[in-house]
């Protein structure tokens, strides 16, 4: 992001390690289990944790930050923290990754993210789908049946590199989550640890956090001790309800939840056409859709339902197996893998950061949670946890106060807003194009597509969805501190240099390789970007922050100049952080 204004340089005054002191004695709990006292040399009180089971591994009983939750938001803040030195252990409750609703489009502003962090998204990419296959969106009857219109889905061709260095790009969850979860481990400062439930945490005096946590294979608890709490358990998250931060619905509007059913199966659909997502139109029964992880050999089928209308019941394989084989449209051989009945309502946390424990936040689902339109849930997490880190980062490093910290929320929430609206209005657009296909005559589907005036009204039913599937501006154009524009579409992006912004990207050389400015800011440091005669030196320290110059004309070659034009560092002496 680009900055501005006065950072602070007070030292945070204290360190990140908690020191121990074991007692030798022992005691029974009021359950009659074995514990011992453990009383902290630093911290000055006593508390209690059962004895350790020589068969069963424990987590650390101090780490500088305790990660709730271990898919991908989890995962992905303990590698952002381990890449800035800082150590973490996470906390997965399950035994076994769950089923759906799993996401699969990653969008730019993320695949920047992870890039940043020097994961490898070309091998990524590898694991995903290609672009070739997840084309297009397909308005249907059936796979088989009548197509009533298609829409590009989302910028996938290379034409959009000279806006991002990573266009959006399809990977199935769970696969995304293995990479993480590896990548996490190797950099040798995450621990993860399956089965283990968070409970409960108390702030100490000196605004340490004590946490409880309950190993589910022994069903015994015990504590540990971090300087910061971070919620990334889903939806459904305890650390919210412990945090006491009220869980809101959008826009104040009274609770309207969506119940799906997913359906994980293994088919090989790869001779129907291309695309990632089918959407199957129906006059009578709940929305409908498909989503393309492998047209090969891996697919998920989603139906939508009224519980008030049809029981959860009835969801049988049987039953999930003839709404698959109506909406191909023919019978095809499959193995269903899973079935999954979840629910869905707009809703944002009131805060990020506890106002009972000081440095407890919420990231990804726990903070804020979207209908499925759009993939933005996953997405707006990622975003989450690298505005965090690096602002935990900060202050460990003195350059803040902690302070900082408190703008995490300010900045994160206007986002899951403006992605909470525009899920909702991609929602109200699929109904509304079911509305037009189907019409309100006795006339059939394949009737009005040859009738001029119901055809046109479905073909602009069909592009009012285009934002749904093209939200480039609302990926990367959104501006911190910054309200979004009414009216603006979400297609609508021009890069631009703003405190708040993104950074732009370019193409440009720097040490005779072609990368983008995106490269040059690696997470750590301050980068100041100088025009030509502003600055003769490399760095520049402000206190405990070092500050980074990258010059035009020296540190990197802008040789069509329209970069540094937009940067304003093209005419007189001036920089930018």
């Known amino acids: 992001m680009i900055s501005t204004g006065h950072l602070s340089t007070e030292a945070f005054g204290r360190g990140s390690e908690a020191t121990f002191a074991f007692s030798e004695s022992a005691s029974a709990n009021e359950n009659g289990s074995l514990v011992k006292p453990i009383t902290s040399a630093k911290y000055g009180f006593r508390y209690l944790t059962p004895t350790d ?32 030195g800082i150590s973490s252990v996470i906390l997965e409750r399950h035994a076994q990754r769950l089923g759906q609703p799993k996401a699969h489009a990653i969008n730019p502003r993320s695949l920047e993210i992870l890039r940043q962090a020097g994961l490898d998204t070309a091998y990524l990419r590898k694991l995903g789908a290609s672009a070739e296959d997840a084309d297009a969106v397909r308005f249907v009857l059936s796979m088989k049946g009548l197509e009533v219109g298609w829409l590009p ?48 945490c108390t702030q100490l005096e000196d605004k340490t956090i004590l946490s409880t946590v309950l190993d589910r294979h022994t069903n015994l608890e015990t504590a540990i001790i971090s300087e910061y709490l971070l919620g990334c358990d889903g939806a459904h998250a305890r650390s919210r309800d412990i945090f006491q931060i009220p869980f809101e619905t959008l826009d104040g509007l009274p609770p309207a939840p969506i119940h799906y059913v997913s359906v994980n199966f293994n088919a090989d659909l790869s001779k129907e056409k291309t695309g990632m997502l089918w959407f199957i139109m129906t006059k009578t029964a709940g929305k409908r859709n498909f989503i393309a992880y492998d047209r090969s050999n891996n697919w998920v089928f989603v139906t939508t339902f009224n519980p008030l209308e049809t029981s959860r019941d009835v969801f049988t394989e049987e039953y999930c197996r003839f709404l698959i084989d109506q909406s191909i449209g023919i019978k095809v051989d499959y193995k269903v893998i899973g079935i999954t009945l979840w629910n869905t309502t707009p809703r944002i946390a009131k805060h990020y950061r506890s106002r009972i424990i000081h440095n407890a936040f919420l990231a990804g689902d726990a903070a804020h949670c979207f209908p499925s339109t759009g993939g933005l849930g996953i997405n707006t997490g990622i975003g989450d946890v690298h505005n965090l880190v690096w602002k935990i980062h900060a202050t460990e490093n003195g350059w803040s106060n902690g302070d900082i910290l408190d703008t995490y929320e300010a900045e994160r929430i206007p986002i899951a807003v403006a992605n909470s609206r525009q899920s909702r209005a991609n929602e109200a657009k699929i109904h509304a194009l079911g509305r037009a296909v189907f019409g309100t005559s006795d006339k059939t589907v394949e009737e009005r597509m040859r009738d001029p005036t119901s055809r046109n009204e479905i073909e602009k039913a069909v592009r009012d969805n285009q934002d749904h599937f093209d939200s480039l501006d609302l990926q990367i154009g959104f501006v911190y501190n910054q309200r979004r524009p009414e009216g603006k579409s979400v297609r609508d992006f021009t890069p631009q240099c703003v ?26 440091d301050f980068i100041l970007f100088a025009s030509r005669g502003f600055f003769e030196g490399s760095i520049v320290s402000c206190g405990k922050v070092n500050i980074r110059v990258v010059q035009i004309g020296k540190g990197i070659v802008d040789n069509e100049g329209k970069w540094s034009k937009l940067m304003g560092l093209d005419g007189s002496p001036a920089a930018v952080l």
């Not at 996938?156 to 993480?180: C, S, W």
Request: hydrophobic fraction near 40%; glycine fraction near 10%; proline fraction near 10%.
């Open 499 to 524: 405190p708040g912004g993104r950074l732009p990207h370019a193409w440009i050389k720097s040490q005779g390789r072609i990368i983008s400015t995106l490269d040059l800011v690696d997470g750590h």
């Open 153 to 200: 889905y989302e910028r996938q061709d290379k034409a959009v590199t000279e806006l991002t260095p990573e266009p959006l790009f399809n990977i199935a969850q769970p696969v995304l989550e293995n990479y993480l979860w590896k990548a996490a481990l190797e950099t040798g400062l995450v621990s993860i640890w399956k089965e283990w439930q968070w409970q409960s």
């Open 53 to 84: 089971n020589p068969s069963r591994p424990q987590p650390p009983s101090a780490t500088p930050v305790l990660i709730i939750g271990g898919g991908p938001i989890g995962l992905l803040a303990g590698l952002l923290l381990a890449k800035r």
